[in-house]
């Protein structure tokens, strides 16, 4: 079955140390992986596509089939880092997100 | 104004009543979708639209009736719900429901909380 698990319900970690926030999936075809964040008050909104290889906000996420994850990294967590964070994977067959239940991150000053 | 827009913002109800909550989208967008977001689960997909024809009810309870008049306007009719249908409502669009378009970026709304009383 199609799923994204994201394991930590809760991450918290001090300002300027490396972030990690884990993602792994099951998926039988090839997948497309999403990061969505969403800040206090705020809409949730997409972060990062894997397709794009792009960096975000100082946010890298690596696709790696073989561990089947997509762990979204940043080297120097900042304040406003402090958010929820989806994984999300596209389901081709339907054009819809499979999602993870999110990782609230909490920067500690 | 631009984006996803939502009303209410916050709507409490009881059993009995009915109401219906709005989604407008200012994008140009071709699919719509009505998600519940519950605390500590995963977004549940609820309804999704493509040019106004409803592609999938992920088997949402009778009570939750969609409506999608055009392809920028979303409604969620509401009647007799349960304390447990309380959360929080997102509308989204996307550009395209199709190989060629789907891109995976969904343009969320600010939500509507909804309480069940």
Redesign the interface.
């Known amino acids: 079955a199609q799923r994204v698990t994201q394991p930590e319900k809760l991450l918290s970690v001090f300002k300027g140390a490396p972030v990690e926030l884990k993602c792994n999936y099951s998926y039988s075809g090839s997948p497309e992986l999403f990061w969505y964040v969403q800040y206090s008050r705020q809409r949730l909104q997409l972060l990062l596509r894997h397709i794009s290889r792009e960096s975000i906000k100082g946010f890298t996420a690596d696709l790696n089939k073989g561990e089947t994850s997509f762990h979204l990294k940043k080297p120097f967590a900042q304040e406003e880092d402090s958010a929820m964070y989806y994984c999300a994977l596209s389901d081709d067959s339907n054009y819809q997100l499979i999602w993870g239940a999110g990782t609230k991150l909490i920067i500690k000053p | 104004e631009t984006g996803?827009t939502q009303t209410p913002r916050h709507l409490v109800m009881g059993m009995t009543n009915k109401k219906s909550l709005k989604c407008e989208q200012h994008l140009g967008h071709n699919a719509m979708y009505w998600y519940k977001q519950s605390a500590?689960?995963?977004?549940e997909?609820m309804f999704?639209y493509s040019l106004e024809e409803r592609?999938?009810n992920n088997s949402v309870p009778s009570r939750f009736s969609p409506e999608c008049p055009n392809s920028s306007h979303l409604f969620l009719h509401l009647h007799t719900l349960q304390p447990e249908d309380s959360a929080l409502y997102?509308c989204?669009s996307s550009q395209?429901?199709?190989?060629k378009g789907?891109?995976?970026?969904?343009?969320?709304?600010?939500?509507s909380r909804l309480t069940v009383l």
């Open positions: 996803v500590k689960k995963p977004l997909l999704v592609v999938e997102l989204a395209e429901l199709s190989p789907f891109t995976g970026e969904l343009f969320f709304g600010e939500g």
